[in-house]
T-cell receptor, first 115, second 112 residues
Framework: EAQVTQNPRYLITVTGKKLTVTCSQN?????MSWYRQDPGLGLRQIYY???????DKGDVPEGYKVSRKEKRNFPLILESPSPNQTSLYFC??????????????FGPGTRLTVL | SQQGEEDPQALSIQEGENATMNCSYK?????LQWYRQNSGRGLVHLIL?????REKHSGRLRVTLDTSKKSSSLLITASRAADTASYFC????????????FGSGTRLLVRP
C-alpha cells in the first residue's frame, strides 16, 4: 500500500531532550516536507526536500533540523526541544519536486508535547 | 507567512445543503489546491486547479478560481455527515514553487 508513515505517533518529552521523528514513504517520491499544525494557524511548512541531499527552509525552520540521506526517509530532528514546539507534526511527499503543482500525500501525524 | 486565508472559519449546515468555502491569497500563483482533514488526521488531497482554469469539478466538488481577485471557492453539493472535516487551500507562489503554503482552514460541520 502506498503510504507515508511517521513514528512515533505520540510523544511526550521534556525541554532540552533531543528527539527525532521519522518519516518514510514507499512511493519513490522526489519531494518530502514537514509541517506543524497549531490551532488557528493552519499548517506551516518547516523544511522541505526536493531530492536526496537537497533540503531547504520553509516558513518556520527555527529549532528544527532535517536530513535526506535516502530518497524514502526524511527525519525531523529537534536538538533541544522547547515547549513552543508542542504541536501536531505532519510529513508529506509528492512525486514531483514542484510542490504547488502536485498532490501531497500526508502521513498520519505525530502529536508532540514538550514539558 | 500566510498565503491563503479561508473564509468562513467555521460553517454549520444541514445534511443535503450545499457548503461553500472561500480562499483568498496574496501573491500570484501557478496552481491552487484544496485539502480535507478529518479531526487530527493527515490531510487528503481533493482537487488542484491551475491558474489558467476558471472552474473544475470532481464528483460533488466544484472549485472556482478568480486570479484577478486572488480568490478561490470550494463548493460541496448535497453535503453528507461524512463531509464533516476541516478544509484547507494551499498555494505556492510563482517565484517559489517548491514551498507550499496552507491557509488556516474552514471547519465544516454537517448535521444529520
Amino acid at each position: 500500500e502506498a503510504q507515508v508513515t511517521q513514528n512515533p505517533r505520540y510523544l511526550i518529552t521534556v525541554t532540552g531532550k533531543k528527539l527525532t521523528v521519522t518519516c518514510s514513504q514507499n512511493m519513490n517520491h522526489e519531494y518530502m516536507s514537514w509541517y506543524r499544525q497549531d490551532p488557528g494557524l493552519g499548517l506551516r511548512q518547516i523544511y522541505y526536500s526536493m531530492n536526496v541531499e537537497v533540503t531547504d527552509k520553509g516558513d518556520v525552520p527555527e529549532g528544527y533540523k532535517v536530513s535526506r540521506k535516502e530518497k524514502r526517509n526524511f527525519p525531523l530532528i529537534l536538538e533541544s526541544p522547547s515547549p513552543n514546539q508542542t504541536s501536531l507534526y505532519f510529513c508529506a511527499s509528492s512525486a514531483w519536486r514542484m510542490a504547488g503543482a502536485d498532490t501531497q500525500y500526508f502521513g498520519p501525524g505525530t502529536r508532540l508535547t514538550v514539558l | 507567512s500566510q498565503q491563503g486565508e479561508e473564509d468562513p472559519q467555521a460553517l454549520s449546515i444541514q445534511e443535503g445543503e450545499n457548503a461553500t468555502m472561500n480562499c483568498s491569497y496574496k501573491t500570484s500563483i501557478n496552481n491552487l489546491q484544496w485539502y480535507r482533514q478529518n479531526s487530527g488526521r493527515g490531510l487528503v488531497h481533493l482537487i488542484l486547479i491551475r491558474s489558467n482554469e476558471r472552474e473544475k469539478h470532481s464528483g460533488r466538488l466544484r472549485v472556482t478560481l478568480d486570479t484577478s481577485k486572488k480568490s478561490s471557492s470550494l463548493l460541496i453539493t448535497a453535503s453528507r455527515a461524512a463531509d464533516t472535516a476541516s478544509y484547507f487551500c494551499a498555494t505556492s507562489r510563482m517565484d517559489s514553487s517548491y514551498k507550499l503554503i496552507f491557509g488556516s482552514g474552514t471547519r465544516l460541520l454537517v448535521r444529520p
